[in-house]
């Protein structure tokens, strides 16, 4: 990717005319705006130290796509304060704090440095997210926390109340409820899925069945298993290859 020129009027163009779409041209972002997001970006990766490998390959994805060359160890990291002083309206604040979980999970677990990071940042910005309350749940392994924050926050967790809701009424809350508290059981259910394993090697549905398995994950059914209306986040997982942690997550 050439380097951005146009660095005096602070927007992204190429002298050979319009790039293809970059995350920086998606937002809307001017070149000083980019540097910030990434130098904060590069806070969190770098809390505990220097960035490890999957930090390392983030931050080279992130510097590529916000436009600012190759060789990201030319962007300085950016305090609270430097990004507060170009990212000024809300609603890009709150995109680039919800953003910064990405960086502190990415190397599988979360750090008390890296969440410090998120939340001082969160703080500076006058960025309210129930977002950032869940990395302390991930790096405590607090399940039902985390869960929690999921059903109350998440799209995904909205829209399975609503349509249990509208489907089964009360009696799907309680259903609800009990997958929260992890003591949900469906024995026929869970066969179906544990059926899975009869498959040929190589199709979907047995690639489902390994991918779980193999991380020691509950089918639908099962103690700590995920309901089946949301069946389709574990299998995204499968069909992306992304791995169960908090960076996979």
């Known amino acids: 990717m050439a380097a951005p020129v146009g660095a005096a009027s602070g927007s992204f163009m ?19 705006q980019a540097r910030a997001a990434f130098g904060a970006v590069r806070a969190v990766v770098e809390a505990d130290g220097p960035a490890r490998a999957r930090g390392v390959e983030l931050l080279a994805v992130a510097s590529a796509t916000l436009e600012l060359g190759e060789d990201w160890t030319r962007t300085p990291i950016a305090t609270p304060a430097e990004v507060g002083a170009v990212v000024l309206d809300a609603a890009g604040r709150r995109v680039l704090v919800d953003a910064l979980l ?51 926050n998440a799209p995904d967790g909205r829209r399975v109340l609503q349509r249990a809701w509208q489907e089964e009424g009360v009696r799907a809350i309680f259903s609800v409820l009990w997958f929260v508290l992890g003591r949900h059981r469906d024995p026929a259910l869970a066969a179906r899925f544990r059926a899975l394993a009869g498959l040929p090697v190589g199709t979907f549905g047995r690639r489902f069945h390994d991918e779980l398995t193999g991380r020691s994950l509950a089918f639908p059914g099962e103690a700590g298993g995920m309901p089946e209306r949301m069946i389709h986040h574990d299998l995204m997982h499968v069909v992306n290859e992304y791995d169960a942690d908090p960076a996979g997550e």
């Open 102 to 152: 990405i960086p502190a999970c990415i190397e599988g677990e979360v750090s008390a440095a890296g969440e410090a990071v998120v939340r001082s940042s969160a703080a500076a910005l006058g960025v309210r997210s129930p977002w950032v309350d869940v990395l302390g749940a991930l790096r405590r392994r607090r399940v039902f926390a985390v869960k929690r924050q999921l059903f109350r």
């Open 14 to 32: 190429s002298e050979q005319g319009p790039m293809k779409e970059t995350l920086a041209r998606a937002l809307g972002l001017t070149v000083a």
